[in-house]
């Protein structure tokens, strides 16, 4: 299939095209600015910004995708909150463009959305939980997933939790900038009192490439299985790889005060995957061994 993935760039979007790729789709990944993908190059890359309606519409009318993967977001929740014009923009309208140009060809639509739009009092929740966002951030996502209910054609909403993995293109992510610092010496304040259900990154891309293989409609919760709070989950990668634990300093959000909110409580309960699916999410600990692999698992 004919398979276009916004925000190829990003760290999801990277690893979703190489498992498109190897799955043998047709795969047109866009992106702002210049091609960032680490994949070989059986793909096409088409710069679109998707705030831009008339480089969206050009871009849909020459591929004609069978299916969109909408994975590119403003997807810091501090930003959205200090940037909220520019957040709404790119979440909200910037799926709206996308919605418009999809309807035209009957794209299937696969939205990618997050646990943040739940308000954290509950924890493991279910894809028929109602959402409640805490942030600015997970408004925009909120106010997107109601647009794609909207969508005409078929559609389906993956949310997603703490997406952690090697990281790609060059940018740090939690544990990696978490490693880094320690090996460096430095000290790193961590919370302890947020709890989530952290995600493998390839277990997420593998998701999605199983959805459009299936053709499965509707909203899916794709996370890891294993509750932890960020401090646990860099304390547990200090004690698999011996790094200094005394550098690791917990907190709580009476300790460090973020311009946007967190849920307290997320994480999901993932039983619809694994029926729908047959998802099924590799442990914490095996996520850590293969984040720090040193060869690289294409
Ligand atoms: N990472 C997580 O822990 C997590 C958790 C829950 C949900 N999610 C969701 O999962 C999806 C993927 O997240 P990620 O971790 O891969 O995020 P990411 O690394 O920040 O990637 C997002 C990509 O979107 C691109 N983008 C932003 N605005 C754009 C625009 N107007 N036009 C085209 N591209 C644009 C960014 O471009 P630049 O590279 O140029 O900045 C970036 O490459 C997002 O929808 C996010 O909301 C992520």
């Given at each position: 299939m004919r398979v276009l993935v916004t925000g190829a760039n990003g760290f999801l979007g990277n690893y979703l095209i190489q498992e498109l790729i190897k799955r043998k789709h047709e795969v047109i990944a866009t992106g702002k600015g210049n091609c960032r993908i680490?994949?070989?190059?059986?793909f096409v890359y088409e710069e679109m910004d998707f705030t831009v309606v008339q480089s969206v519409k050009n871009v849909f009318s020459t591929y004609k995708p069978d299916v969109v993967v909408h994975a590119g977001a403003m997807s810091k929740p501090d930003e959205c909150e200090d940037n909220r014009e520019l957040a709404f923009n790119v979440n909200t309208q910037g799926t709206i463009n996308l919605l418009e140009a999809a309807k035209a060809i009957n794209s299937f639509f696969i939205f990618i959305s997050t646990d943040f739009v739940f308000d954290g009092l509950k924890g493991m929740y279910k894809e028929d939980d109602i959402p409640a966002p805490v942030n600015y951030y997970g408004q925009t996502k909120l106010l997107a997933e109601e647009k794609v209910k909207e969508y005409a054609g078929e559609w389906s909403i993956v949310r997603t939790v703490l997406v952690y993995g090697r990281p790609q293109s060059g940018r740090e992510n939690l544990l990696s900038l978490v490693k880094t610092k320690n090996e460096n010496g430095e000290v790193f304040k961590i919370f302890t009192d947020q709890l989530r259900t952290p995600t493998y990154v390839k277990d997420l891309a593998l998701a999605i490439v199983s959805i459009i293989d299936k053709k499965a409609i509707g909203i899916f919760h794709i996370s890891g299985a294993d509750q932890l709070s960020p401090y646990e989950m860099v304390i547990r990668m200090a004690e698999m790889f011996g790094l200094n634990k005394e550098l690791i300093l917990p907190i709580t959000k009476d300790d460090l005060k973020e311009k946007a909110l967190r849920p307290p409580l997320t994480g999901f309960d993932i039983s619809k995957a694994k029926a729908v699916l047959n998802y099924s999410p590799i442990s914490f600990n095996e996520g850590l061994r293969k984040t720090f692999e040193i060869k690289n698992e294409n």
């Open positions: 680490k994949a070989n190059d059986t």
